[in-house]
């Protein structure tokens, strides 16, 4: 017989099973072989054409042994005989089964065995990346599903919604019956989540607390492989087969993940890699709920902080406020009785009580000037400082404040000139206070120059006219600029000279309170501006008040 | 591995009745579970008698018979429990679990729902767990406990790559988006159907590609990707059309019309919406969702009258179907408009 049909038949069938179908039909038309069977290494028939059981089992036994190609007799009753092609180790054989001579030389048919082999190889190959296909696309659900709950647990700092969650999703991808998620607190471990336990949770499970300490992957196994385990709790639950796995995170365990079985089961490396991946998550969602909760009290104390701070400041400010009022009266009265004493309303006095009344009422005035800042002050801070803002031409407030500062100016022998005056947009302020932060600038001028002179100056910055140059509808700025010839100021002084009872060195032998700056720089603020300083050691200060102007302010 | 998975497959009456089942033929797959039954019965094959008796308590189930489904099952059970057969014992109690939940016994079903999650456990039968799990889900979802439903969702999703069961994991991802939209989690919605869509795509299933499709237009509108929404919609009106599924259908143009609504092409949207009302015209969920959508045009068009009848044809409907939290939702709409008016 030509054996290139059949031979063909074989390499296009799809596998041994089709091959063999293939097989049989072709030779049992062309050469009456009657049946073609593909025998399993224990003899047990793969399959077979057309069906039936052909081979008595000893016979296919022996058959599926051997180890050359050889016809053999069927039956010494009916003469059949068989051929034996042995395939490979694991692929058992071929065996054609006809009437006595029917095969002839066995060589003959050895072509036959070579392809069926071949095909059993492919179909080898071919089974082994299907199998690496569906391991691929396995771990590929799985990680598509460990995303998915990482996403769900993400939804809430629920640490029981979470963990009873990571529970749950655990039992189910793992085919346990339970699972127990445990914490260590202060020495000793907890059951804090639980899917499918019997009885109460564990107050304190042994198997949980050893996976921690051993900070890995430990399991428990019933003796004999279906009896139970040595851990009364698990044992009382049923537990065949255990698998206990650390929550860690960052270097640090935080319990352990229990999985539990009630049947027998062989844990896979699969099964340790999952729960590992899974009580990551546990730990993640104790870790976020432990920060979270630190979180919380911290913030809780904070505001309790804040409320204590915001009680005392208000306490301070109202204190200010009270005392400052109460001072304020009777040093007025004070200070009206000096004044009736020195106009010699009772009589004359001597020059030397005249003198000492004189002094006494000079430290009278800087003392309300004191209250009168103090109270200034604790009205900004306490938001209570009403401005009454209108349009104003800063030309008559430096005018005004001028004339307040000139006796001063006179007395000390300092000069205070005002500059080339541009022309100016009107300014919509409140005049008393842009006076009172000139006064406390030209006063500090010229207490501090001891020679030379003051000026004053003026300017428009972004030309008033510049859109966004300011903020809030303003467009521009108007800069008044007082500057002296004093001693200037160190750069590391020049932002503390603003703050409160803050005097740099040799300023307190000048007189004042220390609080003119920052009452000025607060004004300033509040008016929509600011007050700067540009000086140098020995060449005087510059101290700028900056007032915001709109565009649509005429031009005066 | 071995070469003997090639064995040659005869297919069975039971295996038959089980290709027609899920291809929705109930008719050819009552009868072909019927002569499996009486043919496992003569040969003596118990196990699959009681299956073959369990398939036709599920076809039974489709045709709203519950009493003989019950019956049928009750019997599946019973026979499985003599014979030893604890698989089909097993999920003889998840089918009878589902018949109470078609019956709208919540707290028998789901005990029956846990019974079987222990069965199959004890078994080692993952997608019977994973199966339960996701019918616990389902009754979950319908009494309005969203967060249960999506664990238990979660739970059959593990069950479900344990056990390589990719066409139902592909439904326990859909509920999952469900779940997850109605719990406004768009992000995770919009990740939950797109998986699902990767694996009906991997397995052909078109019918539920389509609804996957539909379902994953609402999180990508409230994400406000609108480009991607309208893909979306697309490949659903695809999928649709080749099975021929109205529903499916019309949610895509429910979807249509809200986009264009908020394109503010209102004349568009009125165009959809009517042809998602011609084409649903079954009283489904869908078909409320529809109305709800008429409702919101008409209130955006300033026809608060003509919005308020729409609102209350949906409720009528979801009331129907007992959809209580369509029925809650619609009611704050109506609120709202009356609201508004005041």
Sequence with gaps: MDLRDALLRIYESSGPGTAVRSLGVVLSECAGVGHTVWLAPDGAVAAVWPGGEPL?????????????????????????????????????????????????????????????????????????????????????????????????ANRTLDPDEVLTLVARFTRTLLGAHYVTVNTLAEGSIRTVAAVGLRAQAPADDPFAARVAAARKPLTLQGDGGGGAVPEPYHTAEGMRVGLGVPLALFG???????????????????????ALTLAGHAAVAISNARLHGALAERTHELERANEELRWTTEAKDRFFASMSHELRTPLNSVLGYQSLLLEGVVGQIEPQARSFLERAQRSTRNLLHLVNDV???????????????????????????????????????????????????????????????????????????????????????????????????????????????????????????????????????????????????????????????????GHGSVFTLRLPVRNDEPVR | MSLYAEAPFVPTDLAQAGEQEQLGHWTAAARLYSRAFRSATLDGRVEEAADALRGQARVLIREERYEEAEELATLSLEIAQRAGARQSAARAVNVLGIIRHSQRDWATSRDLFRRAVELALDLGDDELVGLACQNAGVIAYGLGDLREARAAYLESIGSFVRSGSSENALHAY?????????????????????????????????????????????????????????????????????????????????????????????????????????????????????????????????????????????????HSLNADGQVRELDARIWELHHQAA
């Design chain 1, 56 to 152: 008595p089992p000893e016979v296919a036994q022996a058959a599926a042994r051997a180890e050359h190609p050889g016809v053999r007799p069927l039956d010494g009753d009916t003469g059949g005989e068989t051929l034996v092609l042995p395939l490979a180790e694991d692929d058992g054989a071929l065996v054609l089964v006809g009437a006595a001579g029917t095969f002839g030389d066995p060589a003959h048919w050895d072509p036959l065995g070579a392809a069926f082999a071949r095909v059993a190889a492919q179909h080898r190959a071919y089974a082994q990346v299907e199998e690496e296909r569906d391991l691929l696309r396995q771990r590929a659900e799985e990680s598509e599903a460990l995303h998915v709950l990482g996403l769900a």
């Design chain 1, 252 to 274: 640090e365990t935080f319990g352990a993940l229990v999985i539990g079985y009630r049947r027998p089961y062989d844990l896979a490396p699969r099964d340790t890699r999952l």
């Design chain 1, 375 to 537: 109270l200034d002050l604790s009205k900004i801070e306490a938001g209570k400082l009403e401005l009454v803002n209108a349009p104003m031409r800063m030309r008559a407030i430096v005018e005004e404040s001028l004339a307040t500062i000139e006796p001063l100016a006179a007395a000390r022998q300092i000069a205070v000139e005002i500059e080339p005056w541009p022309p100016l947009p009107a300014v919509h302020t409140d005049a008393d206070r842009v006076r009172q932060i000139l006064i406390n600038l030209l006063s500090n001028a010229v207490k501090f120059t001891d020679h030379g002179r003051v000026t004053l100056s003026a300017a428009i910055v972004g030309d008033g006219h510049a859109a966004g140059a300011a903020a809030d509808g303003a467009h521009g700025w108007v800069e008044v600029h007082v500057a002296d010839t004093g001693p200037g100021i160190a750069p590391e002084n020049q932002e503390r000279i603003f703050h409160e009872f803050e005097q740099i060195v040799g300023a307190t032998a000048r007189g004042g309170t220390g609080l003119g700056l920052p009452i000025s720089r607060k004004l300033a603020r509040l008016l929509g501006g600011d007050l700067t300083v540009r000086s140098e050691l």
């Design chain 2, 174 to 318: 859909n509920n999952l988006g469900i779940a997850s939209a109605d719990l406004r989690e768009w992000l995770e919605a919009d990740v939950y159907f797109s998986r699902g869509i990767e694996i009906a795509e991997r397995l052909s299933h078109t019918p539920l590609l389509a609804k996957l499709y539909g379902n994953r237009a609402e999180p990508l509108i409230e994400i406000g990707d609108l480009e991607a929404a309208e893909a979306t919609i697309e490949g659903a009106e695809r999928a649709a059309a080749a099975v021929n599924d109205r529903v499916a259908l019309g949610v895509a143009l429910r979807w249509r019309a809200k986009l264009a609504r908020l394109r503010g092409d209102f004349a568009r949207a009125e165009e959809h919406v009517e042809r998602a009302l011609a084409v649903s015209t079954d009283p489904t969920l869908e078909r409320a969702e529809i109305l709800l959508e008429l409702g919101d045009l008409r209130a955006h068009q300033g026809r608060t009258d003509a919005a308020e009848a729409a609102y209350l044809l949906s409720r009528e409907l979801s």
